[in-house]
Nanobody, 124 residues
Framework: VQLQASGGGLVQPGDSLKLSCQAS????????IGWFRQAPGKEREWTSC?????????YYHDSVRGRFTISRDNGKKTGYLQMNNLKPEDTADYYC?????????????????WGQGTQVTVSS
C-alpha cells in the first residue's frame, strides 16, 4: 500500500501548481482523499477533501476555498490538488491522505494511509 505525492515546487505569488497523489496496492475508489499541509513551525492543517464512491462532494478550508480545487481520477488511482493564485502563506509541505469513510472523519484526522510530503514554496 502506497500513496505517492508529487508536483510541489518553487513558484511566485499568483502562480499555480497541481499536486498529484498516486495510489497503489489498494482500490482508491471508495476512499475519501484529502490534502493536508504543514508549514515550518506550525501544526498540520487540513486543506481539502473529496468523497469516495459515487459521491464526489468536495470540502475546503476557508483559507483555500476559491483558489484550490480537489479532484480525483479513480481509473488512474490518482487524486489531484489544483492550486491557483498561490500566496506566500501557502508555503508548506503538502501531504495526501485517504480514509475509507467520510471527509468529516478524514478532516478530523482519521486517516488510513498517508502519502509522503511534497514541498510547495511560494516566494518572490
Amino acid at each position: 500500500v502506497q500513496l505517492q505525492a508529487s508536483g510541489g515546487g518553487l513558484v511566485q505569488p499568483g502562480d499555480s501548481l497541481k499536486l498529484s497523489c498516486q495510489a497503489s496496492g489498494f482500490i482508491l475508489d471508495y476512499y475519501a482523499i484529502g490534502w493536508f499541509r504543514q508549514a515550518p513551525g506550525k501544526e498540520r492543517e487540513w486543506t481539502s477533501c473529496i468523497h469516495g464512491s459515487s459521491d464526489a462532494s468536495t470540502y475546503y478550508h476557508d483559507s483555500v476555498r476559491g483558489r484550490f480545487t480537489i479532484s480525483r481520477d479513480n481509473g488512474k488511482k490518482t487524486g489531484y490538488l489544483q492550486m491557483n493564485n498561490l500566496k506566500p502563506e501557502d508555503t508548506a509541505d503538502y501531504y495526501c491522505a485517504v480514509h475509507l469513510g467520510s471527509c468529516r472523519a478524514l478532516r478530523d484526522g482519521t486517516v488510513d494511509y498517508w502519502g509522503q510530503g511534497t514541498q510547495v514554496t511560494v516566494s518572490s
